[in-house]
């Protein structure tokens, strides 16, 4: 056995202890000390790789969520669409689509619905012809940009019908229009009915904030009273409305003095209605290049694209299941990832504001499914999205309505991130190569140190 020793000791009484040596095996251990803490540390520690692949992602479906405040936009014309390269259409979608008003300063005020389907409104069919009607006289009286101030200060309440002639939802009115002024007049209901065209009195009608035709306006004293009329158009319904709505007057009024009087104020009284409206939830779509896009529509309105403004604040736009509503396993993963990784929401709290009409902003969205492995289990893995994003303005032809599109383009490629460390056997051959080679080294240095010395001391 002794024969195939490889680690023969040499006996003491050969060997030889000098100064020199000693100084080279304290600088010895003390740089075999210093590369193991080092390594040691670094075995301990761990890095975070980004690797390109293939998306093996076999889901048909993406979800994709947004919250999206539209500051000039009543939420009764608010339609979310989705379109996309395999053909489908879904328009005016309201499964897991919230709209609220806002009031002028963004807060939530009045809920507008989720899967609301919006009803048509009644039209009343007439015999007479709008021409015969005037035969007798014209009761709707007709309003212009010179009469329009002089007239409201003459008459405390008035109900305004601003319309277009090319709009088909007004020449249906009419008739009943001016059929609901007959009846008023013969009543002797204290209101006048009056009709401005918005072709000819384009700027009255941007003064008065009209935003779709027919807009069916009630003005208190020479002031707009919001909401407008939103009921069924027939000759009934209109009076009705007007009948009610100065009963309420009435009834508001003195309930205004009696709480005046004992110190109480209602906090809604004279608070105007903004044309604002959030619009949130999620969507499913396909994983194919498509949009999803916010445009003003109404099955009962013909919208006016000259007082379109779609200026918007994207409050969050995400793909995936929401982050913040995962579990505890998911939070820690991504307490491990760097930030760089992390643009699971660039958009949020960015502002889109465009500054004249027949504009709009188009968001165009690269996503990229991203896999985050920290760990070697299951548990350690979450599988999200990050997404890059570019927009500019986009301008319309006069007769055309904007809308504020969100394309999107699903990557079939994919960003792995994993956390990478060091094997305990690469650890282990490093502590070898550290100390076999630490001391070879400056065991080679010692032997031609002690040869140069001893040759000068001979």
């Not at 007239?151 to 305004?160: A, D, G, P, R, Y």
Request: charged share 25%.
């Amino acid at each position: 056995m002794q024969s195939v020793d490889f680690y023969r000791r040499v006996p003491t009484d050969l060997t030889e202890a000098t100064n020199l040596g000693a100084m080279m095996s304290l600088v010895c251990l003390l740089m075999m000390a210093t590369l193991f803490l080092s390594e040691t540390f670094a075995f301990m520690r761990s890095t975070v790789i980004t690797n390109i692949a293939m998306d093996d992602n076999l889901e048909a479906q993406i979800r994709l969520n947004f919250n999206v405040t539209m500051l000039d936009l009543h939420c009764d014309y608010v339609s979310v669409d989705v379109l996309d390269a395999l053909g489908t259409n879904r328009q005016n979608v309201t499964k897991n689509v919230e709209k609220w008003q806002l009031d002028e300063t963004g807060v939530r005020r009045i809920f507008s619905g989720r899967n609301r389907e919006v009803r048509q409104l009644e039209y009343e069919e007439h015999d007479e012809t709008l021409e015969e009607l005037h035969e007798n006289g014209v009761s709707a009286v007709v309003l212009t940009q010179d009469t329009f101030k002089k007239f409201m200060s003459l008459h405390e309440i008035v109900f305004i019908n601003f319309y277009a002639p090319w709009c088909v939802w007004c020449q249906r009115l009419h008739p009943t229009w001016e059929k609901f002024a007959e009846r008023m007049e013969n009543e002797k209901v204290p209101i006048k009915v009056a009709t401005v065209d918005c072709v000819d009195q384009m700027q009255l009608c941007r003064e008065n904030g009209v935003r779709a035709f027919p807009y069916l306006v009630w003005f208190q004293d020479g002031k707009m009273v919001p909401p407008n009329y939103k009921q069924d158009r027939t000759v009934d319904a209109l009076s009705g409305f007007v009948k009610r709505k100065i009963d309420m007057q009435d009834r508001h009024r003195v309930m205004q003095e009696e709480g005046k009087a004992k110190g109480r104020i209602d906090p809604f009284v004279g608070r105007p209605e903004h044309p604002g409206c959030q619009v949130s939830g999620h969507l499913m779509v396909n994983r194919v290049p498509g949009n999803f896009h916010i445009e003003a529509k109404s099955v009962n309105h013909n919208l006016n694209a000259a007082m379109t403004n779609l200026t918007h604040i994207v409050n969050h736009l995400s793909f995936g299941d929401p982050l913040e509503s995962r579990s505890r396993k998911v939070k820690r993963v991504l307490k491990q990832v760097p930030e760089e990784h992390k643009n699971f929401n660039v958009m949020d709290s960015n502002a889109y504001q465009t500054n004249q009409y027949h504009q709009a902003w188009h968001h165009f969205i690269k996503v990229v499914s991203t896999h985050l492995n920290m760990g070697s289990t299951d548990y350690d893995r979450v599988t999200t999205y990050q997404y890059l994003e570019q927009s500019q303005i986009v301008h319309y032809e006069e007769t055309d309505v904007p809308e504020a599109r969100f394309s999107y383009d699903i990557s079939p490629m994919s960003v792995i991130v994993e956390r990478e460390g060091r094997r305990w056997y690469d650890y282990l051959t490093s502590l070898c190569a550290i100390i076999g080679g630490t001391f070879t080294t400056l065991g080679l240095i010692d032997s031609v140190f002690y040869r140069v010395f001893k040759a000068k001391k001979l």
